[in-house]
């Protein structure tokens, strides 16, 4: 043995390489990280770790080549109260993910040999910004987004961190970014931010993505954007700002997306040569701009997305359109715009959505939009278009969703929509339409919308229409359909699933990708208002996933048919103004989700069936009958029907075994009282025949 080795214990013992207050190292790290992660499993009680006794293969576990544990992701880990400071005790911890716990503090011991970089506290139940955690040297990406956060001033961080996450939390009036100028990405969305915007955001020289929407601040939006060269993208929607965009914001070479809805800027919308030359997302809708839409949006050869939603853009549509040629989504509804749409449009071989509601345009749709192949979306309704509805655009093989609704359109709809594969919504609503309904449409096999009223349609009701087996809305209210209802009705919505709930959204729309992903609409039929005769096919029972049916304001006789009862996820029934007669069926009362059952101005009579739905509905909806019962106030005629109770299946007997049983345990009770009643009294009489002996012995 050398000298050396007999030395080196007495050395390491007089000169300790490390205190115990430093952050721990480990010339075996695995060992030593191994037991932190068994001490870690049991003071957390992280419950999906004792699946197996090897740490190595726990879930959220990272290890790195030399055996150092690098990572740990416990998102949604049930972690919950003060939660100690990991990475003192994994000195090469380098990325924590914690979020979605219920982690409502953080120990922070202020070590400052950590390798950590990395730390997302997102979805906890924070209140207080966590103590000393600016001390993390090497951090670079802080996430304390959705928590209860309330503070004045951010703290000063190490100039290594890059991206701060304060959304979703409560912070108000003003907050500090306290000197943090070298942050390349900050979110302060979705809190309670007033005041002005700080200009300390253009000294933020390093600044690529700054979010700051969904707050309160207020003015004018500043001028002070000039120093920003690395900005990308800049969301300051859903605040109340006001004044037009500056210049300096115009003339960022970088900025690619620019998000500014839901304020009040406003004035004309002014575009110099060179602004937004790398802009390829422009939100404005729901502001106060004016003027006319400037040409020189034709010049931004980058754009994708346009949105001027909501404002008060007035004059045309400029034809330079045509020269945005990576433009994928165009929507300028809900202005004042007048002309026509410009032919050049029809160049833009990329174009997925096109929406031009509430305005108005005019003169004939241009058939050269069928060029735009790629269009899934054309949104064209509430406007001045007349003429013929174009038969090119049949050839839109990837078009999902056509609207056309309340224009002067004339003709009918071409046949060669009956190609259209993939069409799911069509409205042609509100035109001045004639003939009879497209026998054609039964070929789309994709629709599942399908709106034809109000527009001059004639002849009977399709018999057809079970065959659009996706089928789940159609409305041919107010034209001049007339015969009987086919009893192919019947077999509607087979394939169809239901909404209970109220889901008011229609089509899920992802601005960039066009997904059309839910359909949460109820399932109905609506035929009100045309010359329909005939009697109500007892098919209609058939229809089990029928949520709303509208016949109102027809000519139909007969009574309503007991069948109905059947269809037992009907909430709203209108049969009114028609020549109904005979007594309201027994079976409604079965209609557990019914919410309106509208039969007034009919020829009906007898008793409403007894049901906590029924009688629970305006009286005004039973008038113009001969009716009786609740919600009525008039008594019940002695031709009434018995009241109907619907009962479970496998529960109690027939009504007839009802009856009787509730008979006999009248007569019992009955006999039970005359029985107290005789004791009682024949107690009493001896009771008081016995007194006089009493007071005589006395």
């Not at 300028?332 to 032919?343: A, C, F, K, R």
């Not at 045309?530 to 000519?555: E, F, K, R, V």
């Not at 009907?570 to 007594?583: D, E, F, Q, T, Y």
């Not at 005629?637 to 049983?661: K, N, Y």
Request: charged share 15%; hydrophobic share 40%.
């Amino acid at each position: 043995m050398s000298v050396t080795d007999l030395l080196l214990p007495l050395f390491l013992l007089v000169f300790p390489t490390r205190s115990r207050s430093q952050c721990p190292t480990n010339p075996s790290p695995i060992v030593n990280d191994t037991q932190v992660l068994f001490s870690l499993r049991d003071r957390l009680g992280i419950k999906v770790w004792n699946e197996t006794a090897n740490p190595r293969a726990w879930r959220g576990v990272e290890w790195s080549s030399d055996n150092r544990v690098e990572g740990l992701a416990l998102a949604r880990f049930n972690l919950s109260g003060v939660l100690p400071a990991i990475w003192d005790e994994l000195p090469s911890l380098a990325r924590l993910d914690l979020s979605q716990n219920g982690i409502s503090s953080l120990e922070v011991t202020g070590c400052k040999n950590t390798q950590l970089n990395l730390l997302n506290l997102s979805s906890n139940s924070l209140r207080e910004f966590p103590g000393n955690i600016s001390s993390l040297q090497s951090l670079e990406s802080l996430d304390l987004s959705a928590n209860f956060l309330s503070m004045a001033g951010v703290p000063k961080f190490s100039s290594t961190l890059r991206s701060l996450n304060l959304s979703i939390n409560n912070l108000t009036a003003s907050v500090s970014i306290g000197g943090n100028l070298g942050l390349e990405v900050l979110d302060l969305s979705h809190n309670g931010l007033s005041g002005s915007i700080p200009e300390t955001f253009g000294e933020m020289t390093n600044l690529t993505r700054l979010d700051i929407s969904y707050n309160r601040f207020s003015g004018d939006l500043p001028d002070i954007w000039s120093k920003n060269l690395e900005l990308r993208y800049l969301d300051i929607s859903n605040n109340s700002l006001q004044g037009g965009l500056p210049p300096s914001l115009r003339r960022l070479r970088k900025l690619a997306d620019l998000s500014a809805g839901y304020n009040s800027l406003s004035g004309p919308l002014e575009l110099e040569d060179g602004d937004f030359a790398s802009i390829e997302t422009l939100h404005l809708w729901q502001n106060l701009f004016n003027g006319t839409i400037p040409v020189k949006v034709g010049s931004l050869r980058n754009l994708r997305l346009l949105v001027l939603t909501g404002n008060r853009f007035s004059g045309a549509i400029p034809p330079e359109f045509g020269n945005c040629s990576n433009i994928r989504q165009i929507l300028l509804d809900s202005n004042d715009l007048t002309g026509t749409i410009p032919g050049e449009l029809s160049k833009l071989s990329h174009l997925q959505q096109l929406v031009l509601n509430y305005n108005d345009i005019g003169g004939e749709l241009p058939s050269g939009l069928s060029n735009c192949t790629e269009l899934v979306h054309l949104s064209l309704k509430r406007n001045k278009f007349s003429g013929n509805i174009p038969d090119s655009f049949g050839n839109l093989s990837r078009l999902r969703y056509l609207s056309l609704y309340s224009n002067d359109l004339v003709g009918s709809i071409p046949a060669s929509y009956g190609k259209m594969s993939s069409l799911i919504y069509l409205s042609v609503s509100s035109n001045n339409l004639s003939g009879e309904v497209p026998a054609m449409l039964q070929n789309v096999s994709t629709l599942q919308f399908l709106f034809l009223s109000n527009s001059g349609f004639s002849g009977s009701v399709p018999d057809w229409l079970p065959r659009l087996t996706n089928l789940r809305e159609m409305d041919f209210s107010y034209n001049r359909l007339s015969g009987e209802m086919p009893a192919s009705i019947g077999r509607l919505f087979a394939n169809v699933q239901l909404y209970h709930k109220s889901k008011l959204l229609l089509l899920d729309i992802k601005m960039l990708g066009l997904v059309y992903s839910s359909f949460a609409c109820p399932t109905s039929i609506n035929f009100s208002s045309n010359q329909l005769t005939g009697s109500i096919p007892t098919a209609i029972g058939d229809l089990y996933n029928l949520q709303l049916l509208d016949l109102s304001h027809n000519q139909l006789t007969g009574p309503i048919p007991e069948s109905l009862g059947k269809a037992r996820n009907l909430s709203k029934v209108w049969l009114a103004g028609n020549r109904l007669n005979g007594s309201i069926p027994s079976s409604v009362a079965d209609l557990s989700f019914l919410t309106t059952f509208d039969v007034s101005n009919n020829s009906l009579v007898g008793r409403i069936p007894d049901s906590p739905q029924l009688s629970s509905m305006d009286a005004a909806l039973f008038a113009g009958n001969q009716l009786s019962g609740l919600p009525l106030t008039n008594t019940c005629s002695s031709t009434a029907t018995l009241p109907h109770r619907p009962r479970r299946d496998g529960q109690g007997g027939s009504e007839h075994d009802q009856r009787d049983v509730t008979t006999l345990v009248s007569v019992a009770i009955f006999m039970a009282a005359f029985l107290c009643a005789f004791l009682w009294t024949f107690f009493f009489t001896l009771y008081r025949s016995s007194m006089p002996l009493q007071s005589f012995l006395a």
